[in-house]
């Protein structure tokens, strides 16, 4: 099945700066790949997804590339707030969706 | 009003119980999910569902076990062989047109402690 890696697993930024997390995955089938933020004791809700036709989607301060060739993924939040501060996850869909392990982000005001 | 529910909130189990974990979605989604999450952890898969009376297994699926009988329910027992089942499990659904995945919507989650 499906393998999904997340790094890195621990990322802390300053207020207004950058952070890039990044994914692969193993099954060439997988063709959507969401992203998805999680606050502590809530459920999972998708912040951006792109599918495996198109390379690049942006929506706001968030975007997401994907390199099928390489099978890989990456998630950017540009001008970052204290509010982004949260758990991403990645996944990848093909049959079943599998997900990353996951990235604390923390964002210093 | 639309979305994915997950019962109970908070759940119970005496060493050597089943308990079964509710799943209900009303958005006519074809493929349903079960995902555990410990502490610190991401989603691991124990089980999902594309279609009514089919299911397969997930990375994790020892000591679960699911049935898919009507297309909005996909309940999740947690028998006494799972060994360690205290954790946090989260439901999905999915809507697939053409093979296509689309978003997959989280029901709200249900927190299993043994006691």
């Known amino acids: 099945g499906e393998n999904v890696e997340q790094h890195p697993s621990t990322l802390s930024v300053q207020e207004g700066d950058s952070a890039v997390i990044k994914c692969t995955y193993s099954?060439?089938?997988?063709?959507?790949f969401p992203w998805y933020k999680q606050e502590l004791g809530k459920r999972p809700q998708l912040i951006i997804d792109?599918?495996?036709?198109?390379g690049e989607k942006k929506d706001q301060r968030i975007a997401v590339t994907l390199n099928k060739t390489a099978k890989h993924f990456s998630l950017h939040i540009t001008e970052t707030q204290p509010e982004d501060s949260a758990v991403y996850f990645c996944?990848?869909?093909?049959?079943?969706?599998?997900f990353g392990a996951g990235t604390r982000l923390t964002v210093k005001p | 009003d639309g979305g994915i529910t997950q019962s109970p909130k908070y759940l119970f189990r005496k060493e050597g119980q089943n308990v079964t974990l509710s799943c209900e979605q009303n958005?006519?989604?074809?493929?349903m999910y079960w995902y555990r999450q410990d502490p610190g952890q991401g989603l691991r898969l124990i089980y999902y569902?594309?279609?009514?009376?089919?299911?397969q297994k997930g990375d994790i699926a020892e000591g679960y076990s699911v049935s898919r009988e009507k297309k909005e329910s996909f309940p999740l027992t947690v028998t006494s062989a799972q060994k360690n089942p205290t954790a946090f499990y989260l439901c999905?659904?999915?809507?697939?047109?053409?093979?296509?995945?689309?978003?997959?919507?989280f029901g709200q989650g249900t927190r299993l402690t043994v006691v």
């Open positions: 999905a659904s999915s809507y697939i047109p053409g093979g296509v995945g689309t978003e997959a919507f």
């Open positions: 099954d060439s089938a997988s063709n959507y």
């Open positions: 792109i599918r495996s036709n198109v």
């Open positions: 996944a990848a869909k093909s049959r079943d969706m599998r």
């Open positions: 958005l006519n989604h074809d493929a």
């Open positions: 569902s594309q279609i009514v009376n089919d299911f």
